[in-house]
Each structure stands twice: as structure tokens, then as C-alpha cells.
């Protein structure tokens, strides 16, 4: 600790002053919502030790990886093991093999026009969907869907996108836009023009999916106002309707206004494993301050190259193995136990009178008590009584209040005993 007159001492000569820290960083709320809930957890089990705890709160998937996906991340080591096989860093961008087979499979089959080139490998999207910031201006003003993942407003609060947080729980400087069952989980276009917005579909934490339609209406807005669309498309494995989009390049015109993230973490199971990817198509365009036109591709490139040096080899080639015959078959068996899951929650939560959303193509069910039980009121209704534990909607944004989402990534044991011990509660 400094003594008050050195502290003095310290601003006064400037020779001597600390390094600064970046302040944007205070902004930040400590109440972070998982911490929280793990806290609350805690607190329980020390009171409660015999208690048999059921968490169906954190998005992170429980079943092991694929056999497919398995052998080829045994052979990716073994070839490390090789003087002839060996490989030492790879090209930044990911392996060709790996990038044509998702262009191959997530777009060519689909009807969208994206090509190798336009992919870059990465090691998740939540570093994607933070990063990706750093290529656009500071002035841009940006849109977040309410609720929503915790990671775009996090990180646009740390590049120093946003005022502070204010009461209504919400950060100046953002625009948020309401998705509640009013407007069936679509935002509605907002009035004031935004720079970039950010839409994830499948929803999470809303579980809720966006048509053809309603993405056509976003790729209209962007194109006529110059907006930028992040499409955050992690959950696009979950969706078996035939009419939802598993992509937003599926939407005409958004080769011009779209960044889409995806990820293996949801798909795979690969969230220990770590690969993702980011599409940046080369007509992307957006403008320098004297409006000159750029694409957006070339400046992430540069960042990519520049910031990161690849995926490890053995990841990208298990990562490349969900498109073999057999992966595809063994990874959409894990999918369907997942969804067996999210069918159960939805039934068993109708029966209880609760208003149900989500869970058909997505692993999220989001339900509202429609009692005007507040969300951390559920919660702690869930935890004590129950030893459920869920996850509060309010933690998503404001409009999330009075909302709660269940999750399928649990066995589907204990979604069954979850369900049951929910149904002996008095409401
Ligand atoms: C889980 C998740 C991701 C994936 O993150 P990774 O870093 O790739 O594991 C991305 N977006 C959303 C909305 C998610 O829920």
C-alpha cells in the first residue's frame, strides 16, 4: 500500500506513475451470472450435503466424444509421432482438409455460396465472437438481442464499446433489443440505425429458432442501412425442421452483410476440445472514415495470421472426421439423445402449467412460470425444494426477468428424475 503523500508523490511526478489499467474493465457487472449460480449451489450443498443435486443449468454438453471422432484424433497424435508424418505449425488459417469439408458439407449442400477461403479455423467462438470487434471502427453503434449470451456484451464492454451499466440492468451505449414471447423471440428492427448487430439462432439462452422470413428481414435492413450481421449459428446441429435456416448465407444477399460464427463445441462435443470457425465472405464490405470501401475479409486475415497460430493438428483432423459417413451418423445420435431430453423437459413442464418455448431444434427449453415468479425466485424455489438448479433468465438481460432455461445436457436420467421431483412441488 502506498502512504497517502507517496500517492500523492506518484501523480504528482509523472515520471513515476503506474501503468494504467484499462478502465473499461470496471464497468464490468461482478455479479457475473454463472458465478453466482455456482455460488448459490455451493451454499446449498454445505447446508445440504446429503442432498443429490441435479444440474441442468450450465451449456455444456455431458456426452463423450464420438468413435469416429475419437480415431482420427488417435491417429492426428500418432503422426506426431513420426519424423515423415510430423507436423509443426500449421497454416493459420486451418488445414485445407478441414476447411473443405465444412464448405463441402455446412454450405455447398445447403445452397450457400461459401468458399475454403472465406473459413478460418479457430479454437471457439466465444474468442470469435469477442475478437471479431477489434476489425470494426470504435464509433460503431452496436445491437445485442435481450436476452442474450453474456460474451457480446462482455466484450464490447471491455474494447470500450459501451457507457456504464445502468440501473434497468442494461449498459449505456448499447442498443438491446426485447425478444420475449410477445414478439415470438424475434427483435423487432430497431428504430435508430445500428452499425453491427448480433443475432444468434438457434437462440441461446431462448432456444428459440428464426425462419427464413424473419432472416430475410435482417439481411434487407443490413444491406439498405450498411449493417453488419454477426450470426452466431452454435446450435445449427440441433435443428430438424426443414424450413429453418442452418445458416444465414442461406439468406439471399448476405454474402454482403454476414459474419457467421460456428463452433464443434455444441455440435461435437467438442467444448474440451476446442475448434470452431469463423466465415468471412470476400464481398463483405464496410468503410473507412473517408468512406472509402474495404473488405472486412482481408483485415481479419491479417488479424488471424497475425494473433494466432492454428489449431493443433490432431484437433483439427478429429474436428474434420464429423463429416465422415460415420461421424455424421454417431454425432447425430448424440444430438438426438440430447433432443430425446429437451422433449421430455417440454413435456413434463407443459403438464406443470408452464409456458414452454424452445427445445425443439435447440437443447434449450425456456419457460416462464406464468405465476410472476421472478427468475431468482424460481431458482432458489428449484434449488431449496427441488435440488434442481436451473438458470435464472434474468441473467441474460432484462428481458429475461420472470423467464428460466432448462438444459437438455444432462443423462437423460436425471432429466427424467429432475421432472419428477418438479411435479411432487407445491406451486
Ligand atoms: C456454447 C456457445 C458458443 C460456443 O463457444 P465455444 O467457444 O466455441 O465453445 C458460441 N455461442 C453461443 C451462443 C454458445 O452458447
Given at each position: ?25 470496471l464497468?464490468?457487472q461482478?455479479?457475473y451470472?454463472f458465478p453466482?449460480i455456482?455460488?448459490?449451489v455451493r451454499e446449498?450443498?454445505?447446508e445440504n450435503?446429503?442432498?443429490d443435486?441435479i ?7 455431458t456426452?463423450?466424444l ?5 480415431r482420427?484424433?488417435?491417429?492426428g497424435v500418432?503422426?506426431m509421432s513420426g519424423v515423415?508424418t510430423?507436423?509443426g505449425?500449421?497454416?493459420e488459417q486451418?488445414?485445407?482438409?478441414l476447411?473443405?469439408a465444412i ?6 449442400n445447403r445452397?450457400?455460396d ?6 478460418f ?12 470487434l ?5 464509433q460503431?453503434i452496436?445491437?445485442?438481442q435481450?436476452?442474450?449470451y ?6 464490447s464492454?471491455?474494447?470500450g464499446r459501451t457507457?456504464k451499466f ?7 451505449g448499447l442498443?438491446?433489443?426485447?425478444c420475449?414471447?410477445e414478439?415470438?423471440f424475434?427483435p423487432?428492427?430497431?428504430s435508430?440505425?445500428?452499425?453491427i448487430?448480433f443475432l444468434?439462432y438457434?437462440?441461446n439462452?431462448?432456444?428459440?429458432t428464426?425462419?427464413?422470413?424473419e432472416l ?6 443490413a444491406l439498405?442501412?450498411k ?6 449459428a452454435?446450435?445449427?446441429a440441433?435443428?430438424?425442421d426443414r ?6 448465407y442461406e439468406?439471399?444477399?448476405?454474402r454482403?452483410?454476414?459474419?457467421e460464427?460456428?463452433s464443434?463445441?455444441?455440435t461435437?462435443?467438442f467444448t474440451?476440445?476446442r475448434?470452431?470457425y469463423?466465415v ?5 464490405m464496410a468503410?473507412t472514415?473517408?468512406?472509402e ?16 497460430n492454428?489449431?493443433s493438428?490432431p484437433v ?5 472426421a464429423?463429416?465422415s ?8 445420435e448424440?444430438i ?12 413434463s413442464?407443459?403438464?406443470?402449467g408452464?409456458?414452454?418455448y424452445?427445445?425443439v431444434?435447440s437443447?434449450?427449453?425456456?419457460v416462464?412460470s406464468g405465476?410472476?415468479?421472478?427468475s431468482?425466485?424460481?431458482f432458489?424455489?428449484l434449488l ?10 434474468s441473467?441474460?438481460g432484462?428481458?429475461?426477468?420472470g423467464?428460466f ?5 444432462a443423462?437423460?436420467?436425471n432429466?427424467?428424475k429432475?421432472m419428477?421431483?418438479?411435479n411432487n412441488l407445491?406451486?
Amino acid at each position: 500500500m502506498l502512504r497517502e503523500e507517496d500517492r500523492f508523490f506518484y501523480i504528482w511526478d509523472k515520471n513515476k506513475q503506474m501503468a494504467r489499467i484499462n478502465e473499461n474493465y470496471l464497468k464490468l457487472q461482478a455479479g457475473y451470472l454463472f458465478p453466482e449460480i455456482g455460488r448459490r449451489v455451493r451454499e446449498f450443498q454445505k447446508e445440504n450435503p446429503q442432498a443429490d443435486v441435479i444440474k441442468m443449468g450450465i451449456g455444456d454438453v455431458t456426452r463423450p466424444l464420438v468413435p469416429a471422432v475419437i480415431r482420427a484424433f488417435h491417429e492426428g497424435v500418432e503422426e506426431m509421432s513420426g519424423v515423415d508424418t510430423f507436423k509443426g505449425y500449421g497454416p493459420e488459417q486451418g488445414y485445407d482438409f478441414l476447411r473443405k469439408a465444412i464448405v463441402q458439407n455446412e454450405y455447398t449442400n445447403r445452397g450457400a455460396d461459401i468458399h475454403a477461403d472465406e473459413v478460418f479455423i479457430s479454437d471457439g467462438s466465444k474468442c470469435d465472437t469477442g475478437n471479431i470487434l477489434e476489425i470494426f471502427g470504435q464509433q460503431n453503434i452496436i445491437a445485442v438481442q435481450d436476452p442474450v449470451y453474456p460474451v457480446y456484451v462482455d466484450t464490447s464492454v471491455m474494447a470500450g464499446r459501451t457507457g456504464k451499466f445502468t440501473e434497468k440492468g442494461t449498459y449505456d451505449g448499447l442498443v438491446y433489443m426485447p425478444c420475449t414471447a410477445e414478439n415470438n423471440f424475434i427483435p423487432e428492427i430497431p428504430s435508430e440505425k445500428v452499425d453491427i448487430v448480433f443475432l444468434c439462432y438457434p437462440n441461446n439462452p431462448t432456444g428459440t429458432t428464426a425462419g427464413k422470413m424473419e432472416l430475410k428481414k435482417w439481411v434487407d435492413y443490413a444491406l439498405e442501412h450498411k449493417t453488419v450481421i454477426l450470426f452466431d449459428a452454435a446450435y445449427e446441429a440441433y435443428i430438424s425442421d426443414r424450413e429453418i435456416p442452418h445458416s444465414i448465407y442461406e439468406i439471399e444477399g448476405a454474402r454482403e452483410v454476414a459474419i457467421e460464427f460456428r463452433s464443434f463445441s455444441k455440435t461435437a462435443g467438442f467444448t474440451g476440445t476446442r475448434c470452431a470457425y469463423i466465415v468471412i465472405p470476400k464481398s463483405l464490405m464496410a468503410s473507412t472514415g473517408d468512406g472509402e470501401v474495404k473488405p472486412l475479409h482481408s483485415l481479419w486475415f491479417r488479424r488471424h495470421t497475425t494473433k494466432f497460430n492454428g489449431v493443433s493438428y490432431p484437433v483439427q483432423k478429429a474436428a474434420a472426421a464429423i463429416y465422415s459417413q460415420e461421424g455424421k451418423k454417431e454425432v447425430r445420435e448424440t444430438i438426438q439423445y440430447y433432443m430425446n431430453n429437451a422433449r421430455v423437459l417440454r413435456e413434463s413442464l407443459s403438464k406443470l402449467g408452464f409456458w414452454v418455448y424452445g427445445g425443439v431444434n435447440s437443447p434449450y427449453v425456456w419457460v416462464n412460470s406464468g405465476r410472476g415468479i421472478k427468475s431468482w425466485d424460481l431458482f432458489d424455489k428449484l434449488l431449496n425444494e427441488a435440488h434442481v438448479v436451473g438458470t435464472p433468465g434474468s441473467g441474460f438481460g432484462p428481458s429475461g426477468e420472470g423467464y428460466f432455461r432448462f438444459s437438455s445436457f444432462a443423462t437423460h436420467e436425471n432429466v427424467l428424475k429432475a421432472m419428477e421431483r418438479l411435479n411432487n412441488l407445491k406451486w
